[in-house]
């Protein structure tokens, strides 16, 4: 078995400034631009290749989507914060923020869930028509970009956080990476909000 060490996992690699974990981080998040980007394409080219298109506001809960917003905007604070608090040193008050960036993600998706039952009721689907065909695509990617950063927020609170014990900067460094994640999911809302709820 070998017991090399991969380097530059805590320290920032002299060529690119950033450690490893970090690039790798950014590296992924590029792609995930190129995934959202092309759907932000295609639903610009769908839209501007029809005199027809529905406003969002008229067929979709704004109230409900403002809310949801200000939600994930504010689970973005708590990731920052649990971030913080491992820099200054406390485990405790990193539990409780992230603990707090969980429960605010599942309540986005609680929320979401809602909306998508209160159209599933009233027999609005993907087949209905090509904007509830964007809406669902893109909502629902977004969905499960959420439920997979919230999967791997509560592996670091609960199990990952063993390693805080033993290589506590290794261990903010994941929760920096995690963050990122964090930030671009809460980013992609952003862009989603205005053009699918308020255009």
Same mark, same amino acid.
């Given at each position: 078995m070998s017991t090399a060490v991969i380097p530059y996992i805590s320290e920032s690699h002299p060529v690119t400034g950033v450690t490893n974990s970090k690039l +790798? !981080?950014?590296?992924?998040?590029?792609?995930?631009?190129? @995934?959202?980007?092309? /759907?932000?394409?295609?639903?610009?080219?769908?839209?501007? +290749? !029809?005199?027809?298109?529905?406003?969002?506001?008229?067929? @979709?809960?704004?109230? /409900?989507?403002?809310?949801?917003?200000l939600v994930l905007i504010t689970s973005s604070v708590t990731m920052v914060m649990s971030w913080a608090?491992?820099?200054?040193?406390?485990?405790?008050?990193?539990?409780?923020?992230?603990g707090l960036t969980i429960l605010l993600g599942l309540a986005f998706l609680v929320v979401k869930?809602?909306?998508y039952g209160h159209k599933f009721q009233h027999h609005l689907f993907p087949s209905t028509g090509t904007f509830y065909a964007v809406y669902f695509t893109l909502t629902g990617l977004h969905g499960l970009h959420v439920l997979g950063g919230i999967l791997v927020n509560l592996y670091f609170l609960v199990p990952g956080s063993r390693l805080w014990r033993t290589n506590p900067e290794q261990f903010t460094g994941r929760i920096e990476c995690a963050g990122l994640y964090w930030h671009f999911v809460d980013l992609v809302w952003i862009f989603l909000f205005p053009v699918l709820y308020l255009l």
């Open positions: +790798g !981080t950014w590296c992924f998040l590029a792609s995930e631009v190129m @995934l959202f980007g092309g /759907l932000f394409s295609a639903y610009v080219l769908l839209r501007t +290749g !029809t005199l027809e298109w529905p406003h969002g506001k008229e067929l @979709l809960n704004v109230p /409900l989507a403002t809310v949801n917003t608090s491992l820099v200054m040193k406390s485990l405790s008050r990193y539990r409780f923020f992230m869930a809602f909306e």
